[in-house]
């Protein structure tokens, strides 16, 4: 499986971004998907997972509340749907296909990453 990540920018506090993560092969639609970010510096963190339905999804404390995950498996694509972006939320994103149906906040879970798309935000 091969992940394609789009939709990052530079953006100012307060504003709103979608990203995408495009799949190569229907059996996606078998995966949990997560979203991390990595800022420089730190570490890769966990921001948001979906199950491989869409039935089940979670996010961390940081982005409760003003991020949304979403899937189309139709169209073998996840999002991350963005809102009230903070400086804080500057990183680069990655997406990623978990090894089961369901999703993990632990990285080491995840078999394929996509290449990462840079969302900066500007206070």
């Known amino acids: 499986v091969q992940l394609q990540a789009s939709g990052g920018g530079l953006v100012q506090a307060g504003a709103s971004l979608r990203l995408s993560c495009s799949a190569s092969?229907?059996?996606?639609?078998?995966?949990?998907m997560g979203w991390f970010r990595q800022a420089p510096g730190n570490e890769r963190e966990f921001v948001a997972g979906?199950?491989?339905?869409?039935?089940?999804?979670d996010y961390s404390d940081s982005v409760k509340g003003r991020f949304t995950i979403s899937r189309d498996n139709a169209k073998n694509t996840v999002y991350l749907q963005m809102d009230s972006l903070k400086p804080g939320d500057t990183a680069v994103y990655y997406c990623?296909?978990?090894?089961?149906?369901?999703?993990?906040?632990?990285?080491?879970?995840?078999?394929?990453w996509g290449q990462g798309t840079l969302v900066t935000v500007s206070s």
């Open positions: 979906i199950s491989w339905n869409g039935g089940f999804k």
């Open positions: 990623a296909a978990a090894l089961g149906a369901s999703y993990s906040t632990d990285r080491s879970r995840y078999k394929y």
């Open positions: 092969r229907r059996t996606f639609s078998n995966n949990g």
